[in-house]
């Protein structure tokens, strides 16, 4: 696995040798970067990995010109292996991590985000309500995307009326591109 594009380009990046976790491939990435490519400006945006595993995606965002990433990652074995791509890549200042539940997260956090990347475990019972979680917990700003992986079999809960809705189809997986229509300010 690689960084594609940008300033961290052809950089390697490690991986989880466990079978349960399944990094993006570099083919899917590509076309994932390709669609944004022609709908966001990468340079000083925020961005919100949930899942985050490696942070391919979180830090190939980061190499095109994102000034931010959070990552959120559950597993600590994992984790540790995030924290060893960001120490190769040098990029730890424009970075945080936390280890943690992602529905948790979303429901605690105030930040709001331009991307945010979900590619959780395709066994993942909550699976279904993920792309309605980030938009219900308010942390997309206004036209933002959210850019999830899931198997082909899993039934996603998708509202139209608050996503614009990109399906790409990868072997088992699925990869949707959704374009939040308004943004959900948080209560306080």
């Known amino acids: 696995m690689r960084i594609i594009a940008g300033r961290y380009r052809g950089r390697r990046l490690s991986t989880v040798k466990d079978l349960s976790v399944r990094p993006t ?9 390709d669609i944004l490519s022609n709908r966001l400006m990468f340079e000083g945006i925020q961005v919100l990995d ?15 010109g994102a000034s931010s990433v959070i990552f959120v ?3 600590p074995v994992v984790k540790s292996i995030l924290e060893k791509n960001i120490q190769t890549l040098g990029c730890k200042n424009n970075v945080t ?15 709001t985000f ?13 699976i279904g309500s993920i792309p309605n979680a980030i938009f219900d917990a308010g942390v997309l700003k206004e036209n933002a995307f959210v850019v999830m992986e899931h198997s082909k079999e899993s ?3 998708l509202d139209e009326s608050k996503f614009e809705i990109l399906e790409k189809p990868f072997g088992q997986t699925t990869v949707l591109i ?6 959900k300010r948080k209560e306080r």
């Open 178 to 183: 959704l374009r939040a229509l308004y943004s």
């Open 50 to 64: 949930l899942f985050a595993g490696s942070g391919s995606l979180g830090l190939e965002a980061l190499s095109r």
């Open 97 to 111: 991590v936390v280890q943690g539940d992602v529905f948790w997260y979303l429901q605690h956090t105030s930040g």
């Open 73 to 75: 990652e559950k597993s």
């Open 155 to 157: 039934h996603i809960e």
């Open 114 to 126: 331009d991307l945010v990347f979900a590619d959780p475990p395709y066994r993942l019972e909550t």
């Open 25 to 33: 491939t570099d083919r899917a990435k590509q076309s994932i970067f």
